[in-house]
T-cell receptor, first 114, second 113 residues
Framework: GNSVTQMEGPVTLSEEAFLTINCTYTATGYPSLFWYVQYPGEGLQLLLKATKADDKGSNKGFEATYRKETTSFHLEKGSVQVSDSAVYFCALTGGAGGSYIPTFGRGTSLIVHP | NAGVTQTPKFQVLKTGQSMTLQCAQDMNHNSMYWYRQDPGMGLRLIYYSASEGTTDKGEVPNGYNVSRLNKREFSLRLESAAPSQTSVYFC????????????FGPGTRLLVL
């Protein structure tokens, strides 16, 4: 079945540092890939997505590229802010089986200090 | 456009009590989901409804039941609450299951004593 593996946290950075959160997946076919963000006390919300190989999703300074050859969808941001402190979830849907059920990683907590 | 709404926001139950968590979406989505979120466990799917009139078990369905009341509403029922059901519960919906973005509600924080 499908699976998503993302780096464990917490990731602790100083403001303006470069961020990478690794995400790799296992799925057949061509799933859609997502990054969701969860701020304290809230539900998850979409950060960015990519639906085919080599697509780059981007939003709010965050980027991730769908790499079919390495089955990866790493999240990056050039300069983080305190307001980026949150939990980030990598996820996938679809693929060859056309599953109705999204597969989520366990989440990576990001803490940004001033 | 409220998106996905959940009630209640917080609830404290005693072991053995029952309750229903309500979820509604106003985006005309076909598919709806119930998850629970526990520290270190990520999101775990309890039940889902791929379309109106259908429901299926997810990863952790024991102790729960669901009803897809209509296209908008999907409720989760705990018949006899247990301390192990203390968690944060999220409802989500999507327009085209397996392809599109999931939209999440704000969550219900449940404590079972």
């Amino acid at each position: 079945g499908n699976s998503v593996t993302q780096m464990e946290g917490p990731v602790t950075l100083s403001e303006e540092a470069f961020l990478t959160i690794n995400c790799t997946y296992t799925a057949t076919g061509y799933p859609s890939l997502f990054w969701y963000v969860q701020y304290p006390g809230e539900g998850l919300q979409l950060l960015l997505k990519a639906t085919k190989a080599d697509d780059k999703g981007s939003n709010k300074g965050f980027e991730a590229t769908y790499r079919k050859e390495t089955t990866s969808f790493h999240l990056e941001k050039g300069s983080v802010q305190v307001s980026d402190s949150a939990v980030y979830f990598c996820a996938l849907t679809g693929g060859a089986g056309g599953s109705y059920i999204p597969t989520f990683g366990r989440g990576t907590s990001l803490i940004v200090h001033p | 456009n409220a998106g996905v709404t959940q009630t209640p926001k917080f609830q404290v139950l005693k072991t053995g009590q029952s309750m229903t968590l309500q979820c509604a979406q106003d985006m005309n989505h076909n598919s709806m989901y119930w998850y629970r979120q526990d520290p270190g466990m990520g999101l775990r799917l309890i039940y889902y409804s791929a379309s109106e009139g259908t429901t299926d078990k997810g990863e952790v369905p024991n102790g729960y039941n669901v009803s897809r009341l209509n296209k908008r509403e999907f409720s989760l029922r705990l018949e006899s609450a247990a301390p192990s059901q203390t968690s944060v519960y999220f409802c989500a919906s999507t327009g085209l299951a397996g392809v599109e973005t999931q939209y999440f509600g704000p969550g219900t924080r449940l404590l079972v004593l």
